[in-house]
């Protein structure tokens, strides 16, 4: 299985970026597709949950971004999508798409397979 990120950048705040996570071996429509963050300068192994779709298409948000940010997927590129709308400077940090083969977890540590991640930076 391999996830590749891309979309990320740097924008004003207010702005909208869309990431994307293209998948490999791993089929994203049929089980559990998420994305994480983790902040500049934050050590340690988790990552801060943001959004998953679960192995039924239910999807899930972190209050943080709920309202502003979207998840979805395109089956037919077998990619998964994160659309950022209203970004916030706090928002500034290196995202990472992440899948498992069940249903779907809030702790980076659960996922067997994830990407390499992508920076987004937002300015005030």
Do not use: H
Not at 26 to 51: H, L, M, P
Request: aromatic share 12%; charged share 20%.
């Amino acid at each position: 299985v391999q996830l590749v990120e891309s979309g990320g950048g740097s924008v004003q705040a207010g702005g909208s970026l869309r990431l994307s996570c293209a998948a490999s071996r791993y089929t994203v429509s049929k089980n559990c597709a998420a994305w994480f963050r983790q902040v500049s300068g934050k050590t340690g192994k988790e990552r801060e949950w943001i959004a998953f779709i679960d192995t039924d298409g239910s999807t899930s948000y972190a209050d943080s971004v709920k309202g502003r940010f979207t998840i979805s997927i395109d089956n037919a590129k077998n990619t998964l999508y994160l659309q950022m709308n209203s970004l916030k400077p706090e928002d500034t940090a290196v995202y990472y798409c992440a899948a498992r083969f069940y249903v779907c977890s809030r702790y980076w540590s659960g996922y067997n397979y994830r990407g390499q991640g992508t920076q987004v930076t937002v300015s005030s």
